[in-house]
């Protein structure tokens, strides 16, 4: 099953542009996190805010939550190419972590 | 090791055949977790070990599917009569505890790419 759903499934843009991607979620949470997953790679943690924390900053990363409307954005600013990858928000119920269907973002040079 | 690994990377078997995948997660890192992934799709969560019992096996599809974690730390996944719609990713992850004793970041492995022909 898929906790969280992300929007847009697909994004281009240029490099130095900004990307934002959206994640909502059904449930209740204590933390919401972002992870980065590489074509035919394992998935890599980027960050992760709080149930009371608004919003979140690492290095060019900013992480939003709302948790009143269930749902968090991550933005990418000035991209570069290497940031081509999918993002997927994941959310935890009980103990195990469910992630969302994520977004396929591709940077061109 | 610095990282999660898992064997095979690559895997080819014929429908009904039995399969193996194992994982070794992070030194120190009680809990595993075992997630699978189809192409364009998130992870989808099979089972999850903290120490060497099955916390939660909620996600296996069917009793085709097996896990073990018989000294809490190499993890193996078991597949019998493998179908081919068990064609997917399966990844690994660990992490330092369960969810409230850590920051609940998982660090994955490369995965296990299991085709059924």
């Known amino acids: 099953s898929q906790q969280g759903e992300e929007d847009p499934q697909a994004l281009s843009i240029q490099e130095g542009e900004n990307a934002t991607m959206n994640c909502s979620y059904k449930?209740?949470?204590?933390?919401l996190q972002w992870y980065r997953q590489n074509s035919g790679r394992g998935l890599v943690h980027l960050i992760l805010i709080r149930s009371n924390e608004r919003e979140k900053h690492s290095g060019r990363l900013r992480v939003t939550l709302d948790t009143s409307k269930k749902s968090s954005s991550l933005l990418i600013t000035a991209s570069r190419a290497a940031d081509t990858a999918s993002y997927f928000c994941a959310t935890y119920n009980t103990d195990k972590l469910i992630f969302g269907t994520g977004t396929r973002l591709q940077v061109f040079p | 090791g610095a990282g999660v690994s898992q064997t095979p990377s690559n895997k080819v078997t014929e429908k009904g055949k039995y399969v193996e995948l194992r994982c070794d997660p992070i030194s120190g890192h009680t809990a595993l977790y075992w997630y699978r992934q189809s192409l364009g799709q998130g992870p989808e969560f099979l089972i999850y070990?903290?120490?060497?019992?099955?916390?939660?096996d909620s996600g296996l599809p069917n009793d085709r599917f097996f896990a073990v974690r018989p000294e809490g730390s190499v993890s193996t996944l078991k597949i019998q009569r493998t179908e081919r719609g068990d064609s997917a990713v399966y990844l690994c992850?660990?992490?330092?505890?369960?969810?409230?004793?850590?920051?609940?970041?998982?660090?994955f492995g490369e995965g296990s790419r299991l085709t059924v022909l």
């Open positions: 449930t209740s949470i204590n933390n």
């Open positions: 070990f903290q120490g060497t019992g099955a916390a939660d």
């Open positions: 992850a660990s992490s330092l505890g369960a969810w409230g004793r850590d920051t609940g970041e998982l660090f």
